[in-house]
């Protein structure tokens, strides 16, 4: 055998067995579940065999894809408003000393404020409406963009600027084409975070004002005994929470290779 | 030489006051133009909040939020950082378990919520652990991630000369996942007071968060300011405590 084919082989053989390992944990940690639940539980608690059994019952219910499509809905909207606002301002407080040192408290603050204990202020603002999940969902993403975007701004070499502008080009256009593409893996870093917290600010406004939506499926099952359902809309949950971590990753490193995702991201 | 430095303060510090009185300017006027139902001014927020305080209320109230958080923090990070560390030394038992405590991680515990509060009911207990699976995620998927950035070459080099397992932790395991431990646990702070506040607000109303919910039904916009205000604060100690002890441990990592 060559080198190569060797080397190939060992890679192949410790693939095989950390997939191994990954099957083994995961299936001990489903079975001491299940067992746990079947020992010291009563019967309506969620136990692996009975959310699998339910999988297939739930995700044609009409009234989970309704649920999870509004929540989804939701989150992209906020998402959106979010970006449209944190980018601009990030640009902003980076660039500009006056923007940062008059802003950075109060961005920094409003990040540091749990966003939970918003609701019963924008419930009382919004209603127990849409709305009021929007406004949430807004309040938990924009700030961590703020802070990543000024991060990336602040962060573009002299260099770079200092061309652009022996070159005579405007700030506008340097701030385009020069910053923005360079404050991008911490944009994206940003929302990677962004998105986390805007599913748990959806999440905890239905629970909180009891409008329509995943969270609000959840919990009016579990009130109703049906956990083995609710927890299908948990697992959607997590396979958001993953799926989202998992694109903002590849996407950083297809399109931006040369950038090693920094260790200081919330 | 003195009026530099003091022009230099004042060019440092200048921005920071003047936007701290213009935000709390704004807050006032925004406050006395608008419905008191919607937007109370600072002035009635201050009042309001020494009126909390006077009756001793926010006090007792602070003492039970913070019994709470203290306690699904300290669980938290003494469960995470152990069991972290363990799946740091057990090579095999990491990677079969990385990938499940990165779903966990990325899962939002808020959804957990329901199930803990038909299961387990309203007291200290429900609560605790509602903190604490905000709380030790953080811990655990930081302290893994350090796990991996150890080189492999530094345990061989360390067995050939035929270091001690005490020696290798000293040496190697601790000084290289400790600072990303205390990166968790900077996040486990941020979570764990969403948690706290979570728990409060969905499962038995204590603490801080009861504040605000009573405030919130008797139309009492000055409480629930004054409350978001405190919990406001709150966070931005907390956080800076955060940073400050992850500081403290980044200065021997690279």
Redesign the interface.
């Known amino acids: 055998m060559t080198d190569a084919a060797i080397s190939r082989h060992q890679a192949r053989a410790w693939l095989s067995t950390a997939a191994l390992s990954r099957l083994v944990c995961g299936l001990v940690l489903l079975l001491s579940w299940e067992i746990a639940v079947r020992a010291f539980a009563p019967a309506y608690v969620a136990k692996p065999s009975g959310v699998l059994a339910a999988i297939p019952r739930v995700i044609v219910d009409p009234a989970f894809l309704q649920a999870t499509g509004i929540t989804l809905a939701a989150v992209a909207e906020g998402l959106a408003i979010a970006l449209a606002a944190g980018i601009p301002l990030g640009l902003a407080m980076g660039r500009s000393l006056i923007v940062d040192r008059s802003l950075r408290h109060y961005v920094n603050g409003f990040y540091a404020v749990p966003m939970i204990v918003v609701l019963p202020l924008v419930s009382l603002w919004f209603g127990y409406s849409g709305a009021a999940r929007l406004a949430t969902i807004v309040f938990a993403a924009v700030f961590s963009i703020i802070i990543n975007v000024a991060d990336g701004a602040r962060s573009v070499p002299k260099d770079y600027l200092e061309v652009a502008s022996s070159f005579r080009s405007r700030r506008l256009r340097a701030m385009v084409d020069i910053v923005l593409p360079s404050a991008t893996p911490y944009l994206l870093a940003g929302l990677r975070l962004a998105a986390g917290r805007a599913l748990i600010g959806a999440v905890v406004a239905e629970f909180f004002t009891a409008i329509g939506g995943l969270g609000y499926f959840i919990l009016y099952n579990s009130r109703t005994y049906k956990h083995d359902e609710a927890f299908v809309g948990v697992l959607l949950l997590a396979a958001f929470g993953v799926g989202f971590e998992l694109f903002v990753a590849t996407s950083t490193r297809r399109f931006l290779p040369w950038y090693r995702r920094d260790e200081h991201a919330n | 030489m003195r009026t530099q430095a003091v022009q230099a303060a004042l060019n ?1 510090h200048a ?2 006051v ?3 009185l ?2 709390a300017a704004l807050w006032e006027i925004a406050g006395r133009n608008a419905s008191p ?2 937007l109370v001014p600072l002035s009635e927020t201050l009042v309001r909040l020494w009126e909390l305080t006077a009756s001793g209320q926010l006090g007792a109230q602070a003492l039970d939020s913070a019994t709470l958080f203290v306690t699904g923090l300290a669980l938290a990070v003494a469960v995470g950082m152990p069991l972290g560390l363990l799946l740091a030394r057990v090579r ?2 990491r ?6 405590v ?3 991680y ?3 515990m ?6 803990i ?3 387990m009911g309203f007291g200290f207990g429900p609560k605790v652990l509602v903190v604490f699976l905000f709380a030790v995620f953080p811990v655990l998927y930081n302290t893994i991630e350090g796990a991996r950035s150890i080189k492999p070459e530094l345990i061989e080099v360390a067995r050939a000369y035929r270091s001690s397992e005490s020696a290798l932790w000293r040496e190697v395991m601790l000084p290289y996942t400790l600072p ?1 431990t205390m ?1 968790g646990v ?2 486990a702070i ?1 979570r764990g ?2 948690g ?3 728990a409060e ?2 499962l038995s109303s204590t603490g801080l968060g009861q504040l ?2 009573t ?2 039904q008797n ?1 009492d ?1 000055g409480g ?2 004054a ?2 205000l405190i ?2 604060l709150l ?2 100690a ?2 800076r405590l955060g940073l400050f002890i992850e500081q403290r441990f980044a200065r021997w990592r690279n």
């Open positions: 440092r921005p920071f003047l936007s701290l213009a935000g139902a919607f095999a038992l990677v079969g378990i990385e990938p499940y990165m779903i966990l990325a899962t939002p808020v959804a957990l919520i329901p199930f509060l038909a299961l990303y990166t900077r996040q941020g007071l969403v706290m506040v979570a607000f969905f605000i919910m405030a919130s139309f916009t629930v300011f409350i978001i919990i406001g966070g931005v907390l956080m």
